[in-house]
C-alpha cells in the first residue's frame, strides 16, 4: 500500500522557519519525482518544490526561491522542505505529491496523477 504522511506543520509568526516531513512507504521514493504542493482557500493548489534522484535536481516556485529548500534522505525514503522567512501569503494546507518518473525533468508539470498525501496545514501570523 503506497501512502504519503506529511508532518510538521504548525502556527509561526511572519519571518520564523518550519521543516515539513513527508514519510513514503510502498514505494522507493528515488524512482519517483517528489513534491510540494500547497492549496490555500479559495485558491488552486500549486507546486512550491520538486526533487528526484536525492537531489541532484530540484525546481522551485518563484514564490520559493531563496527561502524553501527541498531535500530527500533515500535511507529514510522521506522528503524534507524546509521553510525560511515565512510570509502570511504562505499559509495554506501543504501536500506532498510522487509521480513515477519516466525520463527528462522532474518539475511542478509533470505532477499529472500523482499520489497525495493528506496534507498538513501552515499557518503564518502577521
Known amino acids: 500500500q503506497v501512502q504519503l504522511v506529511e508532518s510538521g506543520g504548525g502556527s509561526v509568526q511572519a519571518g520564523g522557519s518550519l521543516t515539513l516531513s513527508c514519510a513514503a512507504s510502498g514505494l522507493t521514493s528515488s524512482r519517483y519525482c517528489m513534491g510540494w504542493f500547497r492549496q490555500a482557500p479559495r485558491k488552486e493548489r500549486e507546486g512550491v518544490a520538486t526533487i528526484r534522484n536525492g537531489g541532484i535536481r530540484t525546481f522551485y516556485a518563484d514564490s520559493a526561491k531563496g527561502r524553501f529548500t527541498i531535500s530527500q534522505d533515500s535511507a529514510k525514503n522521506t522528503v524534507y522542505l524546509q521553510m525560511n522567512s515565512l510570509k502570511p501569503e504562505d499559509s495554506a494546507m501543504y501536500y506532498c505529491?510522487?509521480?513515477?518518473?519516466?525520463?527528462?525533468?522532474?518539475?511542478?508539470?509533470?505532477?499529472?496523477?500523482?499520489?497525495w498525501g493528506q496534507g498538513t496545514q501552515v499557518t503564518v501570523s502577521s
Open positions: 505529491a510522487a509521480e513515477l518518473y519516466v525520463g527528462g525533468y522532474c518539475n511542478m508539470s509533470v505532477f499529472s496523477d500523482p499520489i
